[in-house]
């Protein structure tokens, strides 16, 4: 099979074989042929956000569903991130000049005492390939960490991340300080990390807790066509 791979000529394709080229490109992890691909797109005169949510979106879609289903696991979904994230550096700029339109934003950060950052590395990249822009502030973050970065960044979505037993309830004290500034219901709280459960979401008043990266992406799409619907009704 490898042969004939290689005998693959990306601008031979037309569009249909190329986007699913693209796909096939991306869940395999191969950043330069995504890299090319896109740039070929581009070529042709598609707009930047239809490259972007037909080829790349598209295809991460795939990645999120077969990561859900334990067909892939993190280094591949790792690797196909990275290759998304290589198409996007060349749309990146074309999207902000045309104004095309985000899903939404979110800032998503470990909480204070956790130092752990896969999860929410791959929760980044998983929501920036389903179209999000997304604020990573990293780990061990005190309240503050997050109040700054909800305040400049001004995201539909704020999400937590933890490892540890022991940093769990921290989350709790950066939702509670929310309640205490009457800044929580501006802001869908998502959270997550292994030791979590949905009760201990619930328990601390996030709006849902995300078992992993391709339930994160799910429910912050649905969160924010809701959100879209309320404010249309409103």
Same mark, same amino acid.
């Given at each position: 099979?490898?042969?004939?791979?290689?005998?693959?000529?990306?601008?031979?394709?037309?569009?249909?074989?190329?986007?699913?080229?693209?796909?096939?490109?991306?869940?395999?992890? @191969?950043?330069?042929?995504?890299?090319? *691909?896109?740039?070929?797109?581009?070529?042709?005169?598609?707009?930047?956000?239809?490259?972007?949510?037909?080829?790349?979106?598209?295809?991460? $879609?795939?990645?999120?569903?077969?990561?859900?289903?334990?067909?892939?696991?993190?280094?591949?979904?790792?690797?196909?991130?990275?290759?998304?994230?290589?198409?996007?550096?060349?749309?990146?700029?074309?999207?902000?000049? $045309? *104004?095309?339109?985000?899903?939404?934003?979110?800032?998503?950060? $470990?909480?204070?005492?956790?130092?752990?950052?896969?999860?929410?590395?791959?929760?980044?990249?998983?929501?920036?390939?389903?179209?999000?822009?997304?604020?990573?502030?990293?780990?061990?973050?005190?309240?503050?960490?997050? @109040?700054?970065?909800?305040?400049?960044?001004?995201?539909?979505? @704020?999400?937590?991340?933890?490892?540890?037993? $022991?940093?769990?309830?921290?989350?709790?004290?950066?939702?509670?300080?929310?309640?205490?500034?009457?800044?929580?219901?501006?802001?869908?709280?998502?959270?997550? *990390?292994?030791?979590?459960?949905?009760?201990?979401?619930?328990?601390?008043?996030?709006?849902?807790?995300?078992?992993?990266?391709?339930?994160?992406?799910?429910?912050?799409?649905?969160?924010?066509?809701?959100?879209?619907?309320?404010?249309?009704?409103?």
């Amino acid at each position: 099979m490898s042969d004939e791979e290689d005998d693959i000529i990306l601008s031979e394709l037309d569009d249909e074989e190329l986007v699913l080229q693209m796909h096939d490109d991306l869940y395999d992890g @191969l950043k330069e042929e995504i890299e090319e *691909g896109t740039n070929i797109l581009l070529e042709r005169g598609w707009e930047p956000y239809r490259v972007l949510t037909e080829a790349l979106v598209g295809g991460m $879609t795939i990645v999120g569903k077969d990561f859900r289903d334990g067909i892939l696991f993190v280094p591949e979904v790792l690797l196909a991130a990275n290759a998304m994230k290589a198409g996007m550096a060349i749309l990146k700029p074309l999207l902000a000049e $045309t *104004g095309a339109p985000t899903i939404g934003k979110m800032v998503i950060g $470990t909480v204070k005492g956790d130092i752990h950052d896969i999860g929410q590395n791959l929760v980044t990249m998983m929501m920036e390939g389903a179209g999000f822009e997304v604020l990573n502030i990293g780990i061990n973050n005190p309240v503050e960490n997050y @109040l700054e970065a909800m305040d400049d960044f001004q995201p539909d979505i @704020l999400g937590m991340s933890a490892l540890l037993t $022991t940093t769990m309830p921290y989350m709790k004290v950066v939702i509670d300080t929310m309640v205490e500034k009457g800044i929580r219901d501006d802001y869908i709280v998502l959270v997550g *990390g292994a030791p979590l459960n949905e009760e201990f979401g619930k328990a601390i008043g996030a709006d849902g807790y995300c078992r992993d990266a391709a339930v994160a992406v799910e429910m912050a799409k649905e969160m924010m066509a809701r959100k879209h619907n309320q404010m249309a009704a409103g």
